[in-house]
């Protein structure tokens, strides 16, 4: 969001506040393993990061390489997108889990194809992949992408459910 607001309004502030924040997460919201965390609050949570978690933010990474054409942000896009196909990927069905292979603790590794208030994991995987495709010239995330995006198969008849892949 920061990232669209200095590309919308030209405010400096905005892109130093992005850059920031992509910091902040990159360095204090990773375990000792390298993967992310939920959330933070007094400290990093013991809550690992989902799929939305690692999509949303490899998205913004990518905002922000939009924005400032600097390699850093496009590498740690990339890294995330690899880290999503590692943990979340599922061969099978070629769509991802909300939950990485290791959550051993769900009796059921759930999948959500529809956006609420909170866009799924897999749509905005979509988005990232997408991005990725064409900033990196990258066949393998293109057809990640079009394996996810014909997934949503309410998409025509329930579009209020689907507007982050719409």
């Avoid at 995987?125 to 066949?139: H, P, T, V």
Wanted: hydrophobic share 45%; glycine share 6%; aromatic share 12%.
């Amino acid at each position: 969001a920061l990232s669209t607001a200095y590309k919308a309004f030209g405010a400096k502030e905005f892109l130093n506040e992005a850059k920031s924040c992509a910091s902040f997460i990159l360095s204090d919201l990773k375990d000792p393993q390298g993967r992310l965390r939920r959330y933070h609050l007094d400290g990093a949570s013991d809550i690992r990061a989902g799929l939305e978690d690692y999509a949303l933010f490899g998205e913004g990474l990518a905002a922000l390489y939009d924005v400032t054409n600097e390699r850093r942000w496009l590498d740690e896009a990339a890294a995330i997108a690899k880290t999503i196909v590692n943990l979340f990927y599922d061969k099978d069905t070629r769509l991802f889990y909300d939950m990485a292979i290791d959550a051993l603790w769900l009796f059921v590794r759930e999948r959500d194809l529809f956006d609420t208030d909170i866009p799924s994991g897999n749509s905005s995987a979509a988005g990232l992949f997408l991005k990725l495709a064409k900033a990196l010239d990258n066949d393998e995330y293109k057809e990640l992408a079009r394996q996810i995006l014909s997934s949503a198969e309410g998409i025509h008849t329930d579009p209020l459910y689907h507007g982050n892949f719409l």
